[in-house]
């Protein structure tokens, strides 16, 4: 997620001490970030999946 | 000026005036809630199903894994150029009721964020469908995203009455890219299907048009009412109708539908005539705008029930096979 910069007359003081977040936005950016963990975790699911589907029983039957 | 209002949103820096103190960075308030939405999940949810449709044509074997990474590839796709169309008609949205409460102009989701969001998931999307089905269907997708964001939003809309008579084409597509999802080819019934949403999407629209065309005039948007008239519009909407409800009847005469299909499509083909001949006659208010609006609801029951029917007798077909 983008962290876009304060307004100018702030600008100043946030380069100096970070960006500094409400506790509303806080809890906005971990709804986000839970939101993407819980994606890219099934998207790594549904390819293992796939991967083995696309593979097809045959894997299992070759030489060892 | 804050940096958000140079990168042209306005409403995210007054929206953020309420919640946010002067010292807090502006950071974005959007829930994955608002992200979604910028995807139309009601739009994906009819691809899904129409493309469904397309994927239950081929006789052959189909793998429910893949099968279902196609679809989810497809509806991604979808979505992805809805929040590119969304990006991009943030302006306009804006100005109408139906769409004001967009994440877009709404506040919630800068532009820039949904263009990028758009463009990564349309990437994503054609190369996890390239990979798991084949090429031609990831190539198909790709063109239909490129079709709805580019073709009909940048350019038809804003420019001509023809607008959803061509751009239509984009939504007419997800049957084609999911037969050629199943099978890397693509078939006349699975055209055929196309054709159906394709001659569907003028008489459904314009339908609509006739009742919002105030709004449409308000946003700029040249729609057929504003621009040819109210009369002329219940004219095209009859001539689409009269060609869409013999079409409707095409894959029971092709033989890809049973019977079963054959009398609905042809009852549902004579409902949309009958209200088609309703709107052209009726054309003071507030009647015409009420079979307008009977008729936008009929259309969607119509095109619901031709491809539920398919769907199910399909399903039922590889079941009890």
């Known amino acids: 997620m983008k962290a876009l910069a304060v307004t100018e007359p702030e600008q100043t003081s946030t380069v100096q001490n970070g960006l500094v977040l409400s506790p509303e936005q806080q809890r906005a950016r971990r709804r986000r970030n839970i939101a993407i963990g819980v994606t890219v975790g099934l998207l790594a699911i549904l390819f293992y999946v796939v991967t083995i589907a696309k593979l097809g029983p045959g894997m299992f039957n070759r030489p060892l | 000026m804050s940096t958000t209002e140079k990168l042209g949103h306005p409403n995210r820096s007054a929206s953020r005036a309420a919640v946010s103190p002067a010292q807090y960075a502006e950071v974005s308030l959007a829930d994955p809630g608002d992200y979604l939405a910028l995807l139309k999940p009601r739009v994906m949810s009819l691809v899904v199903f129409t493309a469904l449709a397309g994927m239950l044509l081929t006789s052959g074997?189909?793998?429910?894994?893949?099968?279902?990474?196609?679809?989810?590839?497809?509806?991604?796709?979808?979505?992805?150029?809805?929040?590119?169309?969304?990006?991009?008609?943030?302006?306009?949205?804006?100005?109408?009721?139906?769409?004001?409460?967009?994440?877009?102009?709404?506040?919630?989701?800068?532009?820039?964020?949904?263009?990028?969001?758009?463009?990564?998931?349309?990437?994503?999307?054609?190369?996890?469908?390239?990979?798991?089905?084949?090429?031609?269907?990831?190539?198909?997708?790709?063109?239909?995203?490129?079709?709805?964001?580019?073709?009909?939003?940048m350019w038809l809309k804003r420019s001509t009455p023809q607008n959803i008579v061509i751009g239509g084409a984009a939504g007419a597509f997800p049957p084609v890219v999911g037969y050629a999802a199943a099978t890397?080819?693509?078939?006349?019934?699975?055209?055929?299907?196309?054709?159906?949403?394709?001659?569907?999407?003028?008489?459904?629209?314009?339908?609509?048009?006739?009742?919002?065309?105030?709004?449409?005039?308000?946003?700029?948007?040249?729609?057929?009412?504003?621009?040819?008239?109210?009369?002329?519009?219940?004219?095209?909407?009859?001539?689409?109708?009269?060609?869409?409800?013999?079409?409707?009847?095409?894959?029971?005469?092709?033989?890809?539908?049973?019977?079963?299909?054959?009398?609905?499509?042809?009852?549902?083909?004579?409902?949309?005539?009958?209200?088609?001949?309703?709107?052209?006659?009726?054309?003071?208010?507030?009647?015409?705008?009420?079979?307008?609006?009977?008729?936008?609801?009929?259309?969607?029951?119509?095109?619901?029930?031709?491809?539920?029917?398919?769907?199910?007798?399909r399903l039922f077909a590889r079941v009890l096979a």
């Open chain 2, 184 to 313: 890397g080819d693509v078939s006349l019934s699975s055209v055929v299907l196309f054709a159906i949403i394709f001659i569907w999407t003028p008489p459904h629209f314009w339908a609509l048009a006739l009742v919002k065309s105030a709004e449409y005039a308000r946003a700029g948007i040249p729609m057929m009412p504003n621009v040819k008239g109210a009369d002329h519009t219940r004219l095209e909407i009859l001539l689409y109708t009269i060609l869409l409800a013999p079409v409707g009847v095409l894959p029971w005469m092709m033989g890809f539908a049973s019977s079963v299909y054959g009398a609905i499509s042809i009852t549902g083909g004579i409902g949309m005539l009958a209200l088609a001949v309703q709107v052209y006659r009726k054309r003071i208010a507030p009647g015409a705008d009420r079979v307008a609006m009977q008729l936008f609801g009929f259309s969607i029951l119509y095109l619901f029930a031709l491809f539920a029917v398919i769907v199910a007798e």
């Open chain 2, 61 to 153: 074997p189909l793998n429910p894994v893949i099968a279902f990474a196609s679809l989810l590839a497809i509806a991604v796709g979808a979505g992805a150029s809805g929040a590119l169309n969304m990006w991009y008609d943030a302006d306009i949205d804006a100005v109408m009721t139906r769409t004001s409460t967009r994440p877009v102009p709404s506040g919630k989701i800068a532009p820039n964020e949904a263009l990028a969001f758009g463009l990564t998931l349309s990437v994503f999307s054609v190369f996890t469908l390239g990979v798991v089905a084949n090429w031609l269907a990831a190539a198909l997708l790709a063109f239909t995203i490129f079709f709805y964001a580019v073709i009909y939003t």
